[in-house]
């Protein structure tokens, strides 16, 4: 029963040697060398191959090499093949650092001091105190709790959006589209940590941006398609937004001369904010491989409706 990787190779040879340390009993191998495809059990991948039901007659299990799944095309993967994204927990803390460092750097205006040093002037801003900066946070599953824990240190009001309930500590919660106002009116930081889904697609456009208080900032860690790209310069340029921290963007990587690299209140980094430690990620495979055989219920599990 092969384990079947495809996905970054310079990380795959980690994987690679993880998985001969700890599962030696377990063949594992790097995409294109797939040997046998009858004996693929198991693949993990960022973008799985077409037709991989028909490549690999025996496949049990899909992991994503993600947190999110949307780079995949599900209807590709048969529904009786479970399909699991990355739950290890340096994906978690990773986000949790970038998002930090993203909302102190709005909050303590970085952007301008970038600018000035560039322009040579030396002129302060006057701090505004963190409980009197509102951050609210788009998508409260794994990785939007535990962003919201970290931020709580600082002493921020936090409040939260979500498909479904969630009851967090400290936290005001939000749920459903008609609560969606109210949420964003008292939101001076938004961190959009959202799945892409169809309903998700487009989300951060000029009626949200509207409902933002004036001077707001944006912080978008989700995906690239979740943000209208001329609604959102359009909302920078008339003050509506006063900055952002971008770390997705659609295409990725963008092309030379896209207005993201030199606007002067844009933050960009390349799809960075969080990574798959090889380490960490194989012990996750390995136990969703254990509770797989033995009929357990399996973390990760995407639901297929939801896209997440």
């Not at 600082?154 to 109210?182: H, K």
């Not at 456009?205 to 208080?213: E, G, I, M, Q």
Request: charged share 20%.
């Amino acid at each position: 029963m092969t384990v079947l990787y495809k996905a970054n190779m310079v990380r795959g040879a980690e994987w690679a040697r993880f998985f001969a340390e700890r599962a030696p009993q377990l063949p594992f191998r790097l995409w294109p060398d797939i040997g046998d495809p009858a004996d693929v059990h198991y693949l993990v991948a960022w973008v799985p191959p077409d037709d991989i039901a028909t490549i690999f007659p025996n496949l049990e299990l899909v992991f994503s090499v993600g947190a999110g799944v949307d780079q995949f095309d599900a209807t590709k993967v048969p529904p009786h093949i479970p399909l699991v994204r990355m739950l290890e927990p340096c994906i978690a803390e990773t986000m949790v650092e970038y998002v930090t460092m993203a909302v102190l750097a709005l909050h303590r205006d970085l952007l301008h001091f970038i600018n000035q040093q560039k322009e040579q002037i030396w002129r302060e801003i006057r701090i505004t105190p963190a409980k009197r900066r509102r951050v609210g946070v788009m998508g409260l599953g794994r990785l939007g709790q535990a962003v919201l824990e970290r931020l709580s240190a600082f002493g921020f009001p936090l409040s939260g959006w979500n498909r479904s309930p969630r009851q967090i500590e400290g936290v005001t919660c939000y749920t459903g589209a008609d609560t969606l106002p109210e949420f964003l009116a008292q939101a001076d930081i938004l961190v959009c940590l959202l799945p892409l889904t169809s309903e998700t697609r487009g989300m951060l456009n000029a009626d949200l941006f509207a409902r933002l208080p004036r001077g707001a900032s944006l912080v978008n860690v989700g995906r690239g398609p979740h943000l209208v790209e001329a609604d959102f310069l359009a909302a920078l340029d008339s003050g509506a937004l006063s900055g952002a921290v971008l770390d997705v963007a659609d295409p990725e990587p963008l092309p030379a001369g896209h207005p993201f690299w030199s606007h002067p209140r844009i933050l960009l980094t390349p799809h960075n904010a969080s990574m798959t430690s090889p380490d960490s990620a194989v012990d996750f495979v390995l136990d969703v491989i254990g509770r797989h055989r033995r009929g357990e219920a399996l973390p990760g599990l995407v639901d297929r409706s939801r896209g997440y």
